[in-house]
Every structure is written in structure tokens, then in C-alpha cells.
């Protein structure tokens, strides 16, 4: 909703209507499979907990990503390898404790991940059926918010808020934790509109492309797919990098709820009624 002109104009503490039904209802569909997606993929993950750039990867193949366990100084460890350097991970990845006490030597404890136990083949059912969800329901939303303008009123960034200093300012706002207050809390700042269409345009289509490009199957009719990432392999590191950076949104989206006020940003997100907060006094 955008704020009208006039006296008429939502003022601080105003109820109003913030979210349309097809954002509440995308933003619901997506919480939970994004949340379904992230734990499958990290069984599968289990399988063979090492990534690669270019088409082929195997055991005694360079990885840039290693997370497994190993007897150092007489003492097993487990560790988390990026480029070279090693963390010690010991009880959280590589090497941990199950509920019965048994020690395990898989990537990602079971905590983590769908199913809980090691299963390669449910952990892949879950995800084939979920990626379905995300990606029809990707398709939609944009279709739907080209229709209503929401795409072109809230989430296209104007010329001037590319402005370094406008960028900045909104970065220091952020920073101090100082939120808009009465209409202007209903437009979404230049940083808000970075992330979403870093979402919607960059990471979500790269998710759904690399996981296309990393079955064998789609060489049959998109041999392009694994071709624009330099190979397999490198699709699924992509896969994986993407993963990471939907999961830093999610923390940091809910952070922000959080410190913003999550009982008003939840009812918005659920009812669609938000109210516009309050200057703060200086």
C-alpha cells in the first residue's frame, strides 16, 4: 500500500493495510519450504560433504569446501575446510553426538536435516517435491506483482536511490536501529529493495537453475544448464553459495522484525493490518 496525499495521509499510529493476500500467502509457502529445502539439501549434503568448481568431483579431487572428521595429535576431530583453512568443529559438524549417545561421523548432525536419520533417497524426495513448491510458487508471485504493480511501485529502485550518499544514509539507519515512522514506514527503503530483488531475480531463479543443471537427467533437453556454470559441479557449489546467502536474508529479515517490533510486523504479515509506528522522541 502506498501512503496518500493530503491530510488524509496515514499518520503514527494509524491501522492500515500493509500486505496484499498474495504476499502473505507467498511469504507463508516460502517459510516453509525454504525451511524443508535447506534441511533436505543438508542430508544430501551427508552423502558427499565436499564442493568443487568445473564438472567432475570426486574423493581425491581438490575441493574448496571439506567438512568431515580426522585424528589429529591422537585426537579425533571434526572440521569445516574452506580454501585451505581448517576449523575445528568438533560436536557441531564432522564429528557429534547423537540423543543415544553414539558418536557420528556425518557432515551435519541429525538435528539439522530431513529425515533426521541418514536416508540419501527420502532426503532427495523431500527436496524434488519441495523445489516444485518454491518454484511454482516463485512463478506466481512475479506473475501475480507484475499484474498489481507491485514489482514496479515497491521493489524498482529509482535512479536517485542508487545515489552513493542515499545508500549510505540508509546503511546508517539500519545501524542505529532508527525505523521510518508513520507513512514512510510503508515504503521500503533503498537496502530493503536491494535485498528483495536480490531474492527474487538473483538467488531463488539461481537456486532453481542449478538444481536443474546438477541432474543428469536435464542433459537430455538443457545440456546449457550445467554449460553456463562451467559444469556440474560448479552448479552445485553455486547451489550451495545461493543456500547460504537465502538463509543470511532469513536471519537478518528476522532480526529486523524483531528490533522493529515482531507483534506488529507479524500481525502485518499474517492479517495484512500494520500500524504505522510512532515518531520516537529524540
Not at 507463508?28 to 552423502?47: E, Q, R, Y
Not at 564438472?55 to 580454501?83: C, K, P
Not at 564432522?94 to 533426521?116: K, M, Y
Not at 519441495?130 to 506473475?143: C, E, H, M, S, T
Request: glycine share 10%.
Amino acid at each position: 500500500m502506498s501512503p496518500g496525499a493530503g491530510p488524509t495521509a496515514p499518520a503514527g499510529g494509524d491501522l492500515v493495510r500493509r500486505h496484499r493476500l498474495s504476499t502473505r500467502l507467498w511469504h507463508a509457502v516460502n517459510a516453509v519450504a525454504l525451511l524443508v529445502l535447506l534441511m533436505s539439501g543438508l542430508m544430501i549434503f551427508n552423502a558427499h560433504p565436499r564442493l568443487y568448481w568445473g564438472e567432475y568431483g570426486a574423493n581425491f579431487d581438490h575441493a574448496w569446501l571439506r567438512v568431515g572428521s580426522a585424528r589429529t595429535g591422537g585426537v579425533e576431530q571434526g572440521y569445516l575446510e574452506i580454501a585451505g583453512h581448517r576449523w575445528d568443529t568438533t560436536g557441531t559438524l564432522g564429528l557429534w553426538t547423537d540423543d543415544a549417545g553414539h558418536v557420528q561421523r556425518r557432515a551435519v548432525p541429525g538435528w539439522a536435516t530431513i529425515p533426521s536419520r541418514y536416508s540419501l533417497a527420502m532426503g532427495r524426495t523431500w527436496h524434488l517435491a519441495f523445489a516444485w513448491v518454491l518454484a511454482l510458487g516463485l512463478l506466481a508471485y512475479l506473475l501475480r506483482s507484475l499484474v498489481n504493480g507491485h514489482l514496479r511501485r515497491d521493489i524498482h529502485i529509482a535512479p536517485a536511490e542508487w545515489r552513493p550518499a542515499r545508500v549510505w544514509r540508509d546503511i546508517r539507519d539500519h545501524a542505529r536501529l532508527r525505523f521510518p515512522a508513520g507513512a514512510a514506514a510503508l515504503r521500503y527503503s533503498v537496502l530493503q529493495k536491494m535485498a528483495y530483488a536480490a531474492v527474487l531475480f538473483v538467488f531463488l531463479p539461481a537456486m532453481i537453475l542449478t538444481g536443474l543443471a546438477m541432474s543428469p537427467g536435464t542433459d537430455a533437453w538443457l545440456p546449457l544448464a550445467s554449460e553456463i556454470f562451467g559444469g556440474r559441479q560448479s552448479a552445485r557449489s553455486v547451489h550451495f553459495l545461493c543456500a547460504a546467502a537465502l538463509l543470511l536474508f532469513v536471519l537478518v529479515h528476522v532480526l529486523m522484525v524483531i528490533l522493529s517490533g515482531p507483534a506488529n510486523a507479524l500481525r502485518g504479515i499474517v492479517t495484512g493490518r500494520f500500524r504505522l509506528p510512532r515518531k520516537r522522541a529524540r
